[in-house]
């Protein structure tokens, strides 16, 4: 079945260390996106990737890093640097060409202990 | 930049209720807009979007939404709902296709249905 993978479903990490959230999917899709979610907040967007090989800034990227060296890949590292982890974190992805709506991942739940 | 807003953050009905969450958004040129909903414990799903044509789009479990352009709204309807209704319901809005596509979602609304 095509969809969205995100590994693992629940993550824990100690303060001070990075840590990195899988997001595979295999619908051929061009774009692909990070949001944080948090309580009362919705969806907020920290990278995205159009293409391979490139990627921008979203609204809350200090503190994350992402790499796009597969269409099918889309790796997020929450680093030390960034203050306050602990959050539930979607991936998502579209087909750009036939603007058609983003498909999510089921999500990776970050706690920092 | 583009933004939505979500009127209603907490939201509790009783069950054969009529309901309405608002969402308006800021963008002055063509818009996709989109609602999804997250069930407890469960992924985003796409409930219903609206791309052009008519205005009042139906999607799943018996869900519509309006798209009123002057007023730069899109809100979510149904005319009865269900406890299994109970779930997290976003609004996102998107640029039209040829610049860059980042969807935008508003803060969500938390809808509890007593059975």
């Known amino acids: 079945d095509g969809g969205i993978t995100q590994s693992p479903k629940y993550l824990f990490r100690k303060e001070g260390q990075n840590v990195t959230l899988s997001c595979e999917q295999n619908l051929n899709h061009d774009a692909m996106y990070w949001y944080r979610q948090d309580p009362g907040q919705g969806l907020r967007l920290i990278y995205y990737s159009q293409i391979v090989n490139d990627f921008q800034k979203g609204d809350i990227a200090e503190g994350y890093s992402v790499s796009r060296e597969k269409k099918e890949s889309f790796p997020l590292t929450v680093t030390s640097a960034q203050k306050n982890p602990t959050a539930f974190y979607l991936c998502?992805?579209?087909?750009?060409?036939?603007?058609?709506?983003?498909?999510f991942g089921q999500g990776t739940r970050l706690t920092v202990v | 930049a583009q933004s939505v807003s979500q009127h209603n953050h907490h939201v509790i009905l009783s069950e054969a209720a009529s309901l309405e969450l608002g969402c308006n958004y800021s963008?002055?040129?063509?818009?996709?807009l989109f609602w999804y909903v997250q069930y407890p414990g469960q992924h985003l799903q796409l409930l219903l979007k609206y791309f052009s044509g008519d205005p009042l789009v139906k999607g799943i479990k018996g869900f519509e939404a309006e798209f009123i352009k002057s007023k730069f709204s899109f809100n979510l309807r149904k005319p009865s709902v269900q406890w299994s209704d109970t779930a997290e319901y976003f609004c996102?809005?998107?640029?039209?296709?040829?610049?860059?596509?980042?969807?935008?979602f508003g803060r969500g609304t938390s809808l509890i249905v007593h059975p």
């Open positions: 963008y002055g040129g063509t818009v996709n």
């Open positions: 996102a809005v998107n640029p039209e296709p040829g610049g860059s596509y980042i969807p935008t």
């Open positions: 998502a992805s579209r087909n750009r060409e036939s603007n058609t709506e983003a498909f």
